[in-house]
């Protein structure tokens, strides 16, 4: 029996997603809001020049790899340009400005001007996280129990991946222009670091260690190579229809997308003899009704920032 998979949310994580159900056999359809995929790494184009349109350097390349590897991408068909010295500039509202370079050292010094003890402070937390990150990588590969937490080390890094990034900040006393450094890719996102999660306090860790690269034609090149995968394998692809709700006729097996508009999945009846399976990788999900009478309850569960 096939599975159907409706997969909310066409950013590079549903992307991925939905060539994995693919991959293992199921039909899929990729629901996107916009008329235009790859979330935040999508690109910006004006006056005939395309940008951009969110992060614009690759951190963490090796598993990158690995994990584009595994739906059949090849990060290496790229030609990827590494940048060795500055990573990114931040202005502050207070009139300070604080280059961040690949090297540790000439970061910590643009923080202590700054900021005079940041630079030390920052040092050590990047340090800290360079050890978490040693700890927890290992598990991003493999597949792995709660024992198995336990047995490699990784517990050892468990604050950060419990704690919120602010939380974390503040426990390594990182404020002003270090805290914004280290949070500036939530910012960018639109999001709170109060609500981060801890690992994106591991990034430091990446950029001064590992280092930062870039496709020479921009890092939306990667969502072209998904869209690429995606119609090789026969992902049906839907713009341009926002979910508002997923809701079920009956049990939780048969699940019917409600999104805005008249858009209604070809495989939503109730009756289906497939199971049909839905994952989200959406921020903008509001609601979803089990249909087992639990009304607010269970879509407190799933409410999501708006």
């Known amino acids: 029996m096939t599975e159907h998979t409706i997969v909310i949310g066409g950013g590079v994580g549903g ?17 996107e809001a916009r ?42 068909t790229l030609d990827l340009v590494v940048r060795s010295t500055l990573a990114y500039t931040i202005d502050g509202a207070a009139g300070w400005s604080v ?28 340090a800290k996280a360079g050890a978490a990150l040693d700890r927890l990588a290992p598990l991003l590969t493999e597949a792995h129990s709660a024992g198995r937490f336990v047995t490699s080390g990784a517990w ?3 604050p950060w991946t419990l704690a919120s990034l602010r939380q974390l900040l503040r426990l390594n006393r990182l404020d002003g222009p270090a805290a914004a450094a280290t949070s500036i890719w939530t910012l960018i996102a639109g999001g709170d670091p109060a609500r981060a999660p ?4 591991l990034v430091p ?21 998904l869209e690429a995968a995606l119609v090789d394998a026969g992902v049906e692809v839907i713009r341009n229809a926002p979910v508002e709700a997923i809701v079920t006729a009956s049990g939780p097996a048969a699940f019917v997308l409600s999104p805005a508009g008249s858009f ?4 939503s009846s109730a009756t289906s003899a497939a199971p049909l399976r839905c994952s989200t990788s959406s921020t903008s999900l509001r609601r979803l009704d089990c249909g087992s009478g639990c009304g607010a309850g269970c879509s407190r569960r799933v409410s999501r920032p708006t």
Do not use: C, N
């Open 264 to 267: 209604r999945p070809k495989w």
């Open 35 to 76: 008329d235009q995929l790859g979330g935040l790494a999508s690109s910006v184009a004006a006056g005939g020049t395309t940008f951009d349109g969110g992060p614009y350097i690759l951190l963490d390349q090796d598993r990158l790899r690995w994990a584009l590897d595994r739906v059949g991408v090849d990060l290496d």
């Open 99 to 126: 280059a961040v370079y690949t090297d540790l050292d000439r970061t910590a010094e643009e923080l202590k001007q700054a900021e005079p003890g940041s630079g030390d402070r920052y040092r050590a937390f990047v």
């Open 156 to 158: 050892r890094a468990a």
């Open 15 to 31: 992307m991925v997603a939905a060539l994995r159900a693919r991959r293992h056999g199921a039909s899929v359809q990729l629901v």
């Open 198 to 201: 801890g690992p994106m306090a």
């Open 205 to 225: 860790a990446l950029i001064h260690r590992d280092g930062a690269v870039r496709p020479a034609g921009g890092v939306h090149q990667i969502v072209g190579l």
